[in-house]
């Protein structure tokens, strides 16, 4: 199969999962969008919303819609790094084995992250960078493709542990989920209230993610597009060269190199989502809040004034 045709059965499969989604989840177009790309350009993805918005049930429909292996880690403040990774036990010969954890899967619900320890919140570290994990002195290789979509209640703080800077930045995104609109919300009044129980068909296989993966990184991408992501990027650090005044006035750090690269590889699969064989600088643009929004610490005065991510980023687009 050549690469155009790659490229088209991406883009056939991409709407095809549009619909199964659909049927369970109503409206969270941009939250599914963004999910998905995540998934293509083989990214994790933070999602952010408060209780009820569907964090958890978006997740598990995108799971059952591609053939891979899932599991749920529901993080609590007791939740220790061996419940993740996996702990040798004796077995019958007195030998020790190691037992693999739920992190041995394709895609790993991390539901509530923010309520454990960050000493917890850690073991994950390796497995997001580096696609492995090493325990009792074994290194074992995950299989891929592997990704975290984690959830996190932006409004309740009590008992929860704000996610390191460290951890944030291996997101490729952070999604806001916003409130379902009146006619939304009717619509998922009437779905969730009655008998009919919808099913989702698996669309998407391991082996075709595997290739849409791999034909992703061999877009082509022009040099000014990527000279533009860096210095976006570039410009959200402050006492750097020539930052914009908002930034020194209400940033104390900004984003790092990997904002860089999670905008030229999410524009490269949003550009073949819409038909475009190489992405400019409108495709860059289209995915820069859910990159950059996690990626840049705000300082006092922001607070103090109510300054957000988002108007930060609006005015740097």
């Known amino acids: 199969m050549s690469d155009v045709e790659v490229v088209k059965k991406l883009v056939e499969k991409y709407q095809l999962l549009r619909v199964e989604i659909a049927k369970i989840i109503v409206g969270q177009d941009k939250a599914v969008e963004t999910i998905l790309i995540s998934i293509l350009a083989g990214g994790h993805s933070l999602l952010v919303g408060v209780p009820g918005l569907a964090k958890t049930l978006l997740i598990n429909t995108v799971s059952q819609a591609l053939d ?43 539901d509530e992250i923010n309520r454990t320890p960050p000493k917890t919140q850690a073991a994950l570290l390796e497995a997001m960078q580096e696609k492995s994990v090493t325990a009792a002195g074994n290194h074992f290789t995950l299989d891929s493709p592997f990704f975290v979509l984690a959830t996190q209640n932006p409004i309740e703080q009590e008992g929860t542990y704000p996610l390191p800077e460290a951890q944030l930045d291996r997101f490729m995104f952070s999604i806001f989920l916003d409130y379902p609109s009146y006619d ?13 129980v919808e099913t989702v068909k698996t669309i998407i296989s391991k082996a075709e993610i595997l290739v849409f993966q791999k034909i992703i990184r ?18 959200t650090r402050p006492k750097s060269d020539k930052p914009p005044e908002i930034v020194n006035r209400y940033l104390d750090w900004g984003a790092g190199p990997r904002a860089s690269q999670n905008l030229i590889l ?15 600088i409108e495709d860059v643009k289209a995915v820069a809040h859910s990159i950059l929004r996690h990626r840049i610490v705000l300082n006092y005065k922001a607070e103090a004034e109510g300054v957000t991510p988002e108007r930060i980023i609006a005015e740097l687009l």
């Open 68 to 110: 891979l292996k899932f599991n749920r880690i529901q993080f609590t403040p007791d939740l220790m790094p061996s419940d993740i990774i996996g702990t040798e036990i004796l077995d019958e010969n007195r030998a020790f084995k190691f037992v693999k954890g739920p992190v041995f899967a394709n895609v790993i619900l991390a």
């Open 218 to 235: 061999k877009v082509p991408v022009v040099d000014n597009v990527i000279e533009y992501a860096v210095n976006l990027v570039a410009k």
């Open 184 to 196: 939304e919300e009717v619509e998922i009044v009437k779905r969730t209230t009655s008998e009919n």
């Open 266 to 280: 999410a524009a490269k699969v949003n550009s073949l989502l819409n038909k475009k064989f190489s992405p400019d």
